[in-house]
Nanobody
Framework: QVQLVESGGGLVQAGGSLRLSCIYS????????MGWFRQAPGEQREFVSA????????YYADSVLGRFAISRDNAKTTVFLQMNSLKPDDTGIYYC??????????????????WGQGTQVTVSS
């Protein structure tokens, strides 16, 4: 059974940075695409970023392109989200998700099989 545990959230001023981590426990990390999603208060959960199983292909929402960077360490079964130049609109709960996939394309947002509990990110203006 796969378990995902996020960490690294917190309160930061606009313009600041945070680095989120997601530790994957269980089989199959190296054959899984990983994604980050977020949910702002009163809003639906939205895609932020994804990385394919090999780390070769990375995808970003337009709203974070150029500011966020996703990476993974297969030896440590961990995926990271480096968030720079944070804005108040980046506030929300950030979730890590996993999808067994050996393709080089981004999985559909509804295809992820495992989800973490989330970590809160709050950006003050």
């Amino acid at each position: 059974q796969v378990q995902l545990v996020e960490s690294g959230g917190g309160l930061v001023q606009a313009g600041g940075s945070l680095r989120l981590s997601c530790i994957y426990s269980g089989p199959g990390f190296s054959s899984s695409a990983m994604g980050w999603f977020r949910q702002a208060p009163g809003e639906q959960r939205e895609f932020v970023s994804a990385i394919t199983w090999s780390g070769t292909n990375k995808y970003y929402a337009d709203s974070v392109l150029g500011r966020f960077a996703i990476s993974r360490d297969n030896a440590k079964t961990t995926v990271f989200l480096q968030m720079n130049s944070l804005k108040p609109d980046d506030t929300g709960i950030y979730y890590c998700a996993a999808k067994r996939s050996l393709t080089s394309t981004r999985p559909p947002d509804t295809a992820y099989e495992s989800w973490g509990q989330g970590t809160q990110v709050t950006v003050s203006s």
